[in-house]
């Protein structure tokens, strides 16, 4: 009697925190959708510098000798490369902030990631396998 109690306690006590894993859930997944944009357009940048990268390097001829237009060409690329490295390091930065952030958001709110995985699987193990009943019933009718 004294262990259903607890068992009845502690259901109604998951049953209060489940919305609240669910907004948290939701908001993750608005803020990874955020940085997802954010990266994107990291990476174009990263693409429009490699592509004037390319466009400057194609300027450049060796067997002549280094004249203005060329130094200065030089000190163009220079500076393309300086950029698409800080690029590069940010980006790299902002997917380590990420990570960081999204394990101390999950800590903070008491989530626990791999039990929420290993409930989904197992809904859909069960969802699976009464989809694959059903329809074997209705291919031996």
């Known amino acids: 009697m004294e262990t259903s109690e607890n068992l009845m306690a502690k259901v109604s ?9 669910e907004s948290s859930i939701n908001a993750l997944r608005k ?5 997802r944009i954010e990266i994107e357009k990291i ?14 390097s194609n300027q450049i001829n060796p067997f002549i000798g280094v004249s203005k237009i060329t130094a200065t060409s030089l000190e163009k ?5 300086a950029d698409y490295k800080k ?7 902002l ?3 990420l990570v960081v952030l999204g394990s101390l958001y999950l800590r903070q709110l008491n989530i626990n990631l791999e ?10 193990l ?10 074997d019933t209705k291919d031996n009718k």
């Open 13 to 21: 006590d998951l049953e209060s925190r489940l919305p609240r894993l």
């Open 31 to 35: 803020e990874n959708e955020m940085l």
């Open 43 to 56: 990476n174009e940048s990263l693409q429009d510098i490699m592509s004037l990268y390319e466009v400057v």
């Open 77 to 81: 690329l220079e500076r393309l490369e």
């Open 87 to 93: 690029l590069k390091k940010t980006l790299e930065e």
């Open 95 to 97: 997917t380590n902030d």
């Open 115 to 124: 039990d929420i995985i290993k409930d989904v699987i197992e809904e859909e």
């Open 126 to 135: 069960v969802k699976a396998m009464s989809g694959e009943d059903e329809h």
